[in-house]
């Protein structure tokens, strides 16, 4: 209990720190319910009371979540929401266009921004939607939303927004220009709240006036790219220094809320963007949220002494007692020496041999040549492979990281 209350406290200190006022942010955070295996409306009620708790608003990426419409989802939850229109599945376009259409005449007051489609106008290789074609779905959306005072508009990268051929006549038609900057996929040694302000300011002198930040961020797990590291450490410093620019810029929504069971574009880090995990324990410290702070592992308490055994003192042994000298044993008689015997007669010597005839040598014999080594098998002209050279195995090219599919920024 008192751990929970310390946390408590310096929840709030660092929100002081940060100039920001305690409660939820007023900056909003990506959401989809794509952490569980079952979507149901009390599993979207459970996460979206758990975003209220640290942000004012949230963006997703789809007009329904397992058939219940999220307009409808983030009214129920008290929430305003940036509602995004899929078009991954063309079929499936004229059907998210309906639930946003219909979910914002419902909950117009609960809409922040409707965004069609996410990081996909066609720009030299990369995008699959031409600027004529994702036109053409804003202002269908622009027409059934006539009159509700929501802006329309498109999240792309912005690489697209600052380069891709034909682009101003989206931005012309938007109502609120959505743009993806990660300071991770952006090389070099400045701080990461540098290099993501640096970028926004580029783009908001091209853009005065209409720009919305909707996603940013920084993993804190999995490998390196273009040589910025993934850690908890940063994560929590960039969070820190962007949450205070949110200050200012409320229409903004941070990547991510959960973490992400998958690695949609083959990179571990991927699935680590998440400020709480897939379980929704928290990583980071919200600053001004009113939600419980992460937990702090268990520290496991310092060994103990062994208790010192007292000596024993060893038992004493009783002297011996003392043993009598034995009695000592007469002397024995002596005995008479035998009488001496008479020597042996001596015998004659034996009558010496004739020495053996000497044997001829033998005649010696010419010399036999040695055979030659017989090689083993597999050890031919010296080689351990039969005598053939084993061809050198083929290093694997080198791969670029991906990053994140479409968050490569300039």
């Not at 946003?100 to 699959?128: H, L, M, Q, T, W």
């Not at 802006?151 to 927004?161: K, L």
């Not at 991510?256 to 963007?273: N, R, S």
């Amino acid at each position: 209990m008192m751990c929970h209350k310390y946390m408590a406290v310096l929840a709030m200190l660092a929100a002081v720190s940060t100039g920001i006022e305690a409660g939820p942010l007023p900056s909003g955070v990506c959401y989809s319910p794509w952490h569980h295996n079952t979507v149901t409306n009390d599993v979207l009620q459970k996460d979206l009371a758990q975003v209220k708790q640290y942000f004012s608003s949230f963006r997703s990426y789809h007009a329904k979540f397992a058939g219940i419409n999220v307009i409808d989802a983030a009214k129920d939850a008290g929430l305003k929401v940036a509602v995004g229109i899929m078009m991954k599945d063309k079929g499936k376009i004229a059907d998210e266009i309906a639930a946003v259409c219909d979910g914002a005449r419902r909950n117009p007051s609960n809409v922040a921004a409707i965004y069609v489609g996410n990081e996909n106008v066609k720009n030299k290789d990369f995008g699959d939607c031409s600027v004529d074609e994702l036109l053409g779905y804003i202002n269908k959306v622009k027409e059934c939303t006539n009159g509700l005072n929501i802006p329309v508009g498109t999240v792309q990268r912005i690489n697209e927004w600052l380069d891709a051929p034909g682009i101003e006549k989206i931005a012309e038609a938007s109502g609120s220009i959505g743009v993806n900057i990660y300071p991770f996929f952006t090389p070099g040694p400045s701080k990461p709240i540098e290099k993501f302000t640096e970028q926004y300011e580029r783009i908001s002198k091209k853009y005065p006036g209409k720009v919305a930040v909707t996603e940013t961020g920084w993993p804190r797990a999995g490998p390196q790219a273009f040589g910025n590291t993934p850690s908890k450490e940063t994560m929590q410093s960039f969070f820190n220094d962007y949450a205070q620019w949110s200050n200012q810029h409320p229409n903004s929504y941070y990547f991510m809320m959960f973490d992400t069971k998958d690695a949609y574009g083959g990179q571990e880090f991927e699935k680590f963007f998440g400020v709480a995990d897939t379980s929704g324990q928290m990583q980071i410290q919200i600053p001004g949220g009113n939600g419980p702070a992460p937990q702090p592992k268990p520290t496991e308490p310092a060994p103990q002494p062994k208790p010192t055994e007292p000596a024993q003192p060893k038992p004493t042994q009783p002297a011996p007692a003392p043993q009598p000298n034995p009695a000592p044993q007469p002397n024995p008689a002596p005995q008479p020496n035998p009488a001496p015997q008479p020597n042996p007669a001596p015998q004659p010597n034996p009558a010496p041999q004739p020495n053996p005839a000497p044997q001829p040598n033998p005649a010696p014999q010419p010399p036999q040549p040695n055979p030659g080594q017989k090689p083993t098998p597999g050890n031919e002209n010296g080689s351990p492979n039969g005598g053939q050279v084993k061809p050198p195995s083929p290093t694997p090219a080198a791969t670029k990281p991906s990053g994140k599919p479409g968050k490569h920024c300039v």
